[in-house]
């Protein structure tokens, strides 16, 4: 991303662009993969189906990674499934070579990525060996090739691995959920709701439900036809789940429903199987209903998504309100960030011209300093006490009492607070404060 910006220039627009087009970019590949799987009839359904599924659309709203993680599974699930097809039809031995080791380059890059896509290696894995297991003599050569690519990805991900550990404390914040809570988000949170913004509970239950519903069609369907579109689709969209809880359960709490993103174009694929599958009964009308009853509640948890009242902070709108104050500011002029219900200087990070000229008052040790993502706070009420040669002193933060304690320090030097102006998101009363003196 650096790299990027250095191209283009850093705005939240540029920061988010990239991860759609890898969405774009992925649902294209999932035309292929679902083509050979089952037709382009359920190609063109799941291409439709992926975009729409709320995860999917918030990943690619968002300036982080898992529209690259989704990408990356879907590309190196396209080139096993075809790897796996030459080395059936024995090929010639560098053709099928050429094949796995252009397989394992973007397997060992989805690593790199997000070190939880080992799993969906390990799903691939595992589809494999069934795959060997129906029919051992015709596919040995796949097996062989699979697992030599496999133990290469993995031996060369190995350094990545010992460093990426020691930051685990980045994660501390992750507990272990209960059964309930577990059973709740692998069926409906995980792929069909977006925790950062207020979505409605029933078009998320809705969409779950009719999307579930389609794949149990979609697996009865392949299951009497013995299509092995199974052998690759149930691995993919069960394990990394499976593994994510059972690791978080039994030792160190390392599952988030955002993290298992990268399954999310298999039950895709599935969900489109489904409609696909009751074309044949009354005329397409069935599978019309069904296709329907998905798109129109996923289409306002999409809605939700893009445009819904963040439950956290709502940085954007504080980033806006801040920018239009300053047009009048009276400098030198200050910053003291709050408390917020997001890392408050998320708001310094994401939207670096809203507070552009205005001296930090917040940081006590840098994000370099502190070797994490954010710095370390001064605190507010400290922050207060540090405005020396300034005649502009701005609050952001959502604790009224905190903001009555900065108040309190900033008149005794003299300041007088404005009206404050407000935004919106979670938070007793999200304000922004001028004080000038």
């Known amino acids: 991303m650096h790299v990027w910006f250095d191209l283009v220039g850093y705005s939240p627009f540029t920061l988010r662009f990239p991860s759609a087009v890898a969405i774009g970019l992925a649902a294209g590949l999932l035309v292929l993969l679902a083509e050979r799987l089952f037709s382009i009839a359920t190609a063109t359904v799941a291409a439709i189906v992926m975009p729409l599924l709320p995860v999917v659309a918030a990943a690619g709203t968002t300036g982080r990674s898992p529209a690259f993680e989704l990408l990356l599974a879907v590309l190196s699930t396209v080139l096993l499934v075809h790897a796996l097809d030459v080395s059936d039809a024995r090929r010639p031995p560098l053709v099928v070579v050429a094949w796995w080791l252009l397989y394992a380059v973007v397997a060992y890059l989805s690593v790199l990525v997000f070190l939880w896509a080992a799993l969906v290696l390990v799903a691939h894995a595992l589809s494999v060996f069934l795959r060997f297991v129906s029919a051992p003599r015709r596919r040995w050569v796949g097996l062989a090739a699979a697992a030599t690519a496999l133990v290469l990805v993995a031996a060369a991900a190995l350094p990545f691995v010992h460093g990426a550990i020691p930051q685990s404390r980045q994660i501390a914040w992750l507990q272990a959920p209960s059964l309930r809570g577990a059973i709740e988000s692998s069926w409906r949170l995980q792929f069909f709701d977006f925790a950062l913004v207020d979505t409605t509970r029933t078009f998320v239950t809705a969409v779950a439900v009719v999307s579930w519903l389609l794949v149990l069609l979609a697996v009865g369907s392949a299951l009497r036809r013995r299509s092995e579109a199974l052998v690759v689709l149930l691995p993919w969209l069960v394990l990394p789940t499976v593994v994510l809880l059972a690791a978080s359960h039994f030792g160190k709490p390392v599952y988030s429903g955002r993290y298992l993103t990268y399954s999310a174009p298999a039950l895709a694929i599935l969900a489109a199987a489904g409609i696909v599958a009751l074309l044949p009964y009354a005329k397409g009308v069935i599978s ?47 910053l003291i960030l709050g408390k917020m219900r997001r890392p408050a200087d998320q708001l310094t990070i994401a939207y670096p011209s809203s507070v552009a000229g205005l001296r930090d008052l917040w940081t006590k040790t840098d ?69 000038t003196r």
């Open 288 to 334: 019309g209903i069904l296709l329907v009853a998905f798109l129109v509640p996923a289409g306002q948890v999409w809605w939700s998504v893009r445009y819904a009242s963040p439950m956290t902070t709502d940085l954007a709108t504080a980033a806006q309100e801040l920018t239009d104050a300053r047009h009048d500011e009276v400098g030198p002029a200050g």
């Open 367 to 435: 994000s370099v300093g502190m070797n994490y993502f954010f710095a370390r706070m001064h605190g507010a009420v400290n922050a207060a006490k540090e405005t020396d040669g300034l005649r502009t002193v701005w609050y952001v933060g959502d604790d009224p009492a905190e903001l009555e304690r900065v108040a309190a320090v900033l008149r005794a030097d003299g300041f007088d607070e404005r009206t404050p102006l407000r935004f919106g998101g979670g938070g007793e009363q999200n304000v922004i404060v001028e004080f």
